[in-house]
């Protein structure tokens, strides 16, 4: 759930993340902070770029979006990434990306191209399932997956609200996802997402997966990745045309923690 305050930033980041599909490098412009010891530095600037106002550490696992080569840099590059509250929460979903910065490429990596889960489907074909076969010593029944479930949405029965376009602005209170003005025939929505791990795991909280429609059911559009067992990361590309809307999960120690979600047209 993310509209771009800045739509320079906006244009920018759909921009990028248009030509790396052209170039087949990322599907989508996430990253993360990989570094092993545990952090990373970026460096914070202000109207010059080369002129550092400040220093921001991100901790492994940290995401943020990618946005460009740094200028003038070779082994630098621009990231957006949110801000984070000072009062802990178990969830959060981002909508903005408040900060920005340049951070070492040899601190980060590209959430899809980190070891990819193995993607399957249920027999019924409503849930997407995603398979850590990374290591064939683990019995199968002991191995990480996240489950992904989808079924039609009830949607016609929540509260809308619409702006004076005639656009549906929240659902329940909620801003939707995939869908403008008017709720299509055979909508479909996210049901559920549940994480199992041997020793832990867990269901997304309702607030992680609220109003999230038209996901999709095709696996080069979304997929699931690992630093670690510690640290997963689940990615879609939602919708189509001007409702297309792409989005982050960062499942931490068996727990959806966090999420990063904006609109990005076809």
């Known amino acids: 759930m993310m509209i771009f305050a800045n739509k320079a930033f906006y244009l920018s980041v759909f921009s990028i993340f248009s030509l790396g599909l052209m170039k087949g490098q990322n599907k989508v412009p996430f990253g993360v902070v990989k570094a092993e010891e545990g952090y990373a530095n970026v460096r914070v600037h202000k109207d010059d770029y080369r002129k550092i106002v400040d220093k921001i550490r991100m ?14 840099e070779t082994e630098w590059i621009w990231i957006k990434y949110p801000e984070k509250s000072q009062e802990e929460k178990p969830f959060v979903r981002y909508e903005t990306l408040d900060k920005e910065g340049m951070v070492n ?3 980060i990596a590209f959430i899809d191209q980190l070891p990819q ?4 489907k249920s027999k019924n074909g409503k849930s997407l399932i ?3 076969n990374s290591n064939p010593k683990i019995p199968t029944a ?4 996240v489950i992904i479930d989808v079924y039609p949405s009830n949607a016609s029965y929540r509260k809308q609200e619409k702006d004076t376009n005639g656009n549906i602005i929240t659902l329940d209170k909620v801003k939707p996802w995939g869908i403008s003005n008017e709720l299509p025939q055979g909508m479909t929505e996210i049901k559920s997402i549940r994480v199992q791990q041997p020793g ?3 269901v997304f909280v309702r607030e992680a997966i609220k109003n999230m429609f038209q996901p999709t059911m095709d696996f080069e559009n979304i997929g699931v990745t690992s630093l670690d067992p510690d640290h997963i990361f ?5 919708g189509s045309g001007e409702n297309r ?3 982050l999960w960062t499942i931490k120690e068996g727990r959806a923690i966090s999420q990063i979600i904006y609109k990005n047209p076809e």
């Open 59 to 72: 901790r492994r696992g940290d995401v943020f979006v990618y946005v460009k080569p740094a200028p003038g």
């Open 105 to 107: 490429k040899e601190r």
């Open 117 to 120: 889960f193995t993607p399957s």
């Open 130 to 132: 995603f398979t850590d």
């Open 142 to 145: 002991q191995r990480s997956k």
């Open 200 to 202: 832990r795991g867990s």
């Open 234 to 238: 689940l990615y879609m590309i939602n």
């Open 245 to 247: 809307y792409v989005t």
